[in-house]
């Protein structure tokens, strides 16, 4: 240090000299940054798509990896459950979605199969005419091999014997008996139900058997692909049902006993049958 005290003026001035170079350096690169954007914000502008879609796809190649990561951390998010007990209201009507895709699925086959039969010829939409009268379930009896609801509509709102009933979507009964304002319907469970439907693309008879099950009573061979899951449709019948409509899905599938060449497979209902508070039944040709 110098005595005569004038040693901190000179190093203040070359650190302040020094700090006011050094910010017009900054100025000056963030200037070049800004014209290098600039520039190839315009280079990338007028290149040919081909070239760009090949730094896209060397792009995500490079960053596959930590995208997935975020991805998967995203929908985690999305879908955890609503806390402090409450219920996500998306889940109670899932089965409806999910019986509501699996009929448009099978309309579409069919009408892929009429095209390819009719070598295009128009055909009448699905249900195009047919009513759909609601009703409330004001009874349910379930004894045994027995499983039967009571509505509130009947003769007086166009239903008859042998209708088809459907909830979420899917087929659970029929109409078995009725009255001016009243019906019974036999769900597809009890043992007196004998519904035709379509598994595996083969044509077969399901019988119920009480305890919320039902049974495909005519041999099915394994050359037929069956597995726990698979859909149940029953199949058209005129004047009452214009379209297949899910009806059960398989609960068990095993070699049968009798016949080690078939199927021994048991369904259960398509939707939660014991939760329902209402039904439709399908008026295919409603009077005027």
Not at 69 to 77: E, N
Not at 168 to 174: A, H, M, P, Q
Not at 185 to 214: H, P, W, Y
């Amino acid at each position: 240090m110098n005595t005569d005290g004038n040693d901190v003026l000179p190093d203040t001035t070359y650190t302040t000299r020094h700090r006011i170079m050094a910010r017009k350096r900054i100025k000056v690169s963030r200037r070049m940054l800004f014209a290098w954007f600039i520039l190839g914000g315009f280079i990338l502008l007028f290149t040919p798509q081909s070239v760009t879609n090949k730094f896209q796809f060397a792009f995500a190649n490079i960053f596959r990896w930590p995208l997935s990561i975020g991805r998967g951390i995203s929908l985690s998010v999305s879908m955890r459950p609503a806390t402090g007990g409450l219920t996500n209201p998306l889940g109670t009507r899932e089965n409806q979605y999910q019986n509501h895709i699996a009929n448009l699925q099978e309309q579409l086959r069919q009408e892929h199969r009429k095209l390819e039969e009719l070598s295009g010829l128009r055909s009448r939409f699905a249900f195009e005419g047919a009513a759909f009268v609601l009703a409330d379930i004001s009874r349910t009896v379930t004894d045994g091999s027995h499983a039967e609801l009571f509505i509130n509509r009947g003769e007086n709102d166009g239903l008859a014997k042998g209708q088809f009933v459907m909830a979420d979507n899917s087929i659970i009964g029929t109409i078995s008996d009725i009255s001016p304002r009243m019906a019974k319907v036999r769900l597809i469970t009890d043992s007196d139900s004998k519904i035709e439907v379509k598994i595996a693309g083969a044509n077969r008879l399901m019988e119920g058997i009480g305890n919320n099950s039902a049974k495909i009573r005519q041999l099915l061979r394994k050359k037929h692909k069956v597995k726990i899951g698979d859909n149940v449709f029953a199949i058209k019948k005129p004047g009452l049902l214009d379209a297949p409509m899910i009806t059960a899905k398989v609960a068990r599938c095993e070699r049968d006993d009798e016949n080690p060449l078939g199927w021994d497979i048991t369904v259960e209902p398509a939707c939660e049958i014991e939760t329902i508070k209402d039904v439709a039944v399908i008026v295919m040709n409603p009077q005027k």
